[in-house]
C-alpha cells in the first residue's frame, strides 16, 4: 500500500517515511474511540428522528449495520490495542476496509433515509450528515484519502436526492450541499497539511532529542575510555572536569582535583611564568592551542606533558572555559635527550676519528717520503748488488709507494667526509672524458692481457666535477681490469634512464662477487673478500668512489653474477652540451 508522506519541514534532519506513516495511524486509531462513539449517537437520533417519515424496517437494517461496523471497529481497535504487535501497513488496511464499510452504509443512509416532500426532515437529513462530516475532518485528516473517501460517500447520494427533487428549494439545498462538500475538503487538505506538519516537526523534535542524547552518551564514553587525559577548567583556571586518564597522569583522583586551581594543582613553579603566557593567549584568542611543558604529580615527581586545548564558548562568543586533552610523553622526552646526546657523541667521536687520522697521514708521509726516496736511489745504483739484495730493494720500493698511496686515500676520505673538498660541478662530454680515461689505464690492461670495449659512439653530457669524475671512472676500470681474467673484457657503455639521468656502466668478466660480499663493497678495507691475496689493493677505492659519486648528487651501485662476472655503474644527471 502507498503511503501518503510528504519530506520532513527540515531538510537537515531526514525522517524516514515509515515513521511518519506509522505516527499517521496511531493518530487514527487514538481518534477512534471517541468516534465511534459519535458515530453510533448520531445513527440513534437521525433513526429515532426519520421513524416516523421513513419506513421503520428500512431504519432498523440501517441502524443494525451501522452497530454492527462500529462494533467490528472497536473490536479491531482492542486487538491491535492490546497486543500492540501489528505493522502500521496491516493497522491501515483494517482501518481502512472499516471506514469504507463505514462511509457506504452512511451514503445509503443519505439515500435511504431522505424523506420524500417533506422539508423538515430532509433539511434535518442533511444536518446530521453535514456534522458528520464536521467530525470526519478532524478525526479522518491524518491520512488525507479518508477524508474524501467518506465526504463522497456520504454527501454525494444526499446531493443527488436533493438534485432530483424538482422544488427551486431542493436545488438550492444541492448547490448548498455540493458548495460545503468543496469548502469541507479544503479545509481536510489544511487540516491534513498541518496535521502533517505537526507530526514531522514532533519526530524532528525526538529524534533530535535522541541523537543529542547518543552524542552525549559517546562524548562521556569516549572521555572515560580515552588515554589521554581530559581536563575541563573555567575561565579562572580551576578544575571543572577531570577524567580517569587524568587521574593515572597526575595521581590526584576526581574528587581531589575538582575545584582546583591549576596553578595550586600540576603546575611546578619554573612553569608558571610559561603557563601564564600560554592561558593569556587562550583567553584572548591569540594562540595556546598547542603547548608542551613540564607538570607535578601527586607524589611530587616531574613529567613531560604535551597539551591540545580548545576554548569554550557561548553563544556570544565569549570564552567561559577551556577543555584540553593531555598526554604524559616523558618517556619520548627522555628518548630524544638521548638521541640528542648520542648524535653530539657520534659527531664529537667522527671529529676525533677524521682529525687522527688526517694528523697520522702526515705524520707517516714525512718518513714514508724518506724510505721512498731512498728506495729509488738504490734501485738507480745496484749494478754491485747480489740479486737477492736487488730483490729486498724492489720490495721495499714497492711496500713505500703502497703506503704513500694509502695515506693519500686515507686523506681523501677524511676531505669527503669533513666537506673540504671543493667540487666544480659543470657539464662534461661523456665520450671525451672516458676516452682519456682508457689511456691511462691502457697499460695496465696490457699487462694483464685484458681487453678494453668502449659501445660509446654518440656524445652526451653529464654534470660532475671532471678531475673527481676522472678519478672514479678510472678507480672502477682498474678493478675490472685487475680483478678480471687473463684474456679477459672490459666493456664501458651508458644508458639514459626515464628522469634523465645519465648512467656509464663498466662491465668484466672476472671473478664476480657473492651476494654477501656485495653488502659491504663500498665501505672501507673490504677486501677479505678477494680470494687472489697476490692482487694489490688497498679497500678504499670504492669507499672513495662512493663519497665523490654521492657528492656530486649521483649514485653507484653493483651488479655481479660469481665466476661470471661483475657491472659497476654510476648515476649522475644529465649535463647540456656547451654552445
Known amino acids: 500500500m502507498n503511503k501518503e508522506v510528504s519530506p520532513p519541514t527540515n531538510p537537515m534532519l531526514l525522517i524516514p517515511g515509515s515513521d511518519i506513516h506509522r505516527e499517521q495511524v496511531n493518530l487514527l486509531y487514538r481518534a477512534l474511540p471517541f468516534s465511534l ?33 462500529s462494533l467490528y471497529r472497536g ?9 500492540g504487535i501489528s505493522t502500521p501497513a496491516v493497522r491501515e488496511n483494517f482501518f481502512m476496509s472499516g471506514t469504507l464499510i463505514s462511509s457506504v452504509i452512511w451514503g445509503a443512509g443519505s439515500y435511504l433515509l431522505f424523506p420524500e416532500n417533506n422539508i423538515a426532515h430532509q433539511a434535518f437529513l442533511a444536518f446530521v450528515m ?18 474524501f473517501i467518506f465526504l463522497t460517500f456520504l454527501l454525494v447520494p444526499l446531493i443527488i436526492r436533493f438534485a432530483n427533487d424538482a422544488s427551486e428549494l ?7 450541499i455540493g458548495l460545503f462538500y468543496v469548502l469541507v475538503s479544503i479545509s481536510g487538505q489544511r487540516i491534513y497539511e498541518s496535521t502533517l506538519q505537526n507530526i514531522t516537526m514532533r519526530l524532528e523534535a525526538v529524534e533530535r532529542e535522541r541523537l543529542l542524547d547518543s552524542y552525549h552518551q559517546k562524548q562521556q564514553f569516549h572521555v572515560q575510555r580515552t588515554p589521554l587525559g581530559y581536563i575541563e577548567w573555567d575561565k579562572a583556571f580551576n578544575v571543572v572536569r577531570w577524567n580517569p586518564s587524568a587521574e593515572k597522569i597526575f595521581g590526584f583522583s576526581q574528587s581531589q582535583a575538582l575545584g582546583k586551581n591549576a596553578f595550586d594543582l600540576i603546575i611546578p613553579e619554573s612553569e608558571r611564568e610559561h603557563v601564564a603566557n600560554i592561558w593569556q593567549e587562550l583567553c584572548e584568542h591569540k594562540g595556546g592551542m598547542r603547548s608542551s611543558n613540564k607538570n607535578k604529580t601527586r607524589t ?6 604535551e597539551w591540545h586545548n580548545t576554548p569554550l564558548l557561548n553563544e556570544g562568543d565569549e570564552i567561559v572555559g577551556v577543555a584540553s586533552l593531555v598526554e604524559d610523553i616523558t618517556a619520548r622526552k627522555d628518548a630524544e635527550i638521548n638521541i640528542i646526546k648520542a648524535k653530539e657523541t657520534a659527531e664529537l667521536a667522527s671529529q676525533a676519528k677524521s682529525q687522527f687520522l688526517s694528523r697520522m697521514s702526515h705524520e707517516l708521509r714525512t718518513p714514508l717520503n724518506a724510505i721512498h726516496g731512498f728506495s729509488q736511489l738504490l734501485e738507480g745504483n745496484t749494478e754491485n748488488l747480489e740479486p737477492e739484495q736487488k730483490e729486498c730493494i724492489s720490495h721495499v720500493l714497492k711496500a713505500s709507494n703502497h703506503l704513500l698511496h ?11 667526509e669533513n666537506n673540504e673538498l671543493k667540487f666544480n660541478i659543470q657539464d662534461l662530454p661523456v665520450k671525451a672524458l672516458i676516452s682519456n680515461c682508457i689511456r691511462l689505464v691502457t697499460m695496465l690492461a696490457e699487462k694483464n692481457h685484458v681487453i678494453i670495449d668502449r659501445l660509446i659512439d654518440e656524445e652526451v653530457w653529464v654534470r660532475a666535477d671532471e678531475p673527481r669524475l676522472q678519478q672514479v671512472i678510472i678507480n672502477l676500470l682498474r678493478n675490472a681490469i ?18 634523465q639521468r645519465i648512467r656509464v656502466s663498466i662491465t668484466d668478466t672476472g671473478l664476480g662477487i657473492r651476494d654477501k660480499d656485495q653488502v659491504v663493497l663500498f665501505e672501507p678495507f673490504p677486501r677479505t673478500i678477494i ?12 669507499s672513495i668512489s662512493k663519497k665523490l659519486v654521492e657528492a656530486m648528487d649521483g649514485l653507484i651501485g653493483v651488479d655481479s653474477s660469481y665466476n661470471i662476472g661483475s657491472t659497476f655503474w654510476i648515476e649522475l644527471p644529465r649535463g647540456r652540451p656547451l654552445d
Request: net charge neutral; glycine share 8%; proline share 1%.
Open 170 to 176: 431542493s436545488a438550492a439545498m444541492a448547490f448548498m
Open 300 to 305: 611530587g615527581d616531574i613529567i613531560y606533558c
Open 130 to 147: 453535514a456534522g458528520m462530516c464536521a467530525g470526519a475532518i478532524t478525526n479522518l485528516s491524518f491520512i488525507r484519502k479518508y477524508i
Open 482 to 499: 685487475i680483478y678480471n681474467k687473463p684474456g679477459g673484457h672490459v666493456t664501458i657503455s651508458f644508458s639514459i634512464s626515464l628522469d
Open 75 to 83: 473490536f479491531t481497535y482492542l486487538r491491535f490495542h492490546k497486543s
Open 531 to 542: 680470494t687472489d691475496k697476490s692482487i694489490e689493493g688497498k679497500g678504499l677505492g670504492l
Open 406 to 416: 694509502l695515506v693519500d686515500e686515507v686523506l681523501d676520505i677524511v676531505s669527503v
Open 37 to 69: 462513539l459519535a458515530v453510533v449517537i448520531n445513527a440513534g437520533i437521525l433513526s429515532v428522528i426519520q421513524w416516523s417519515v421513513i419506513d421503520q424496517r428500512i431504519i432498523t437494517a440501517w441502524l443494525s449495520a451501522i452497530i454492527l461496523v
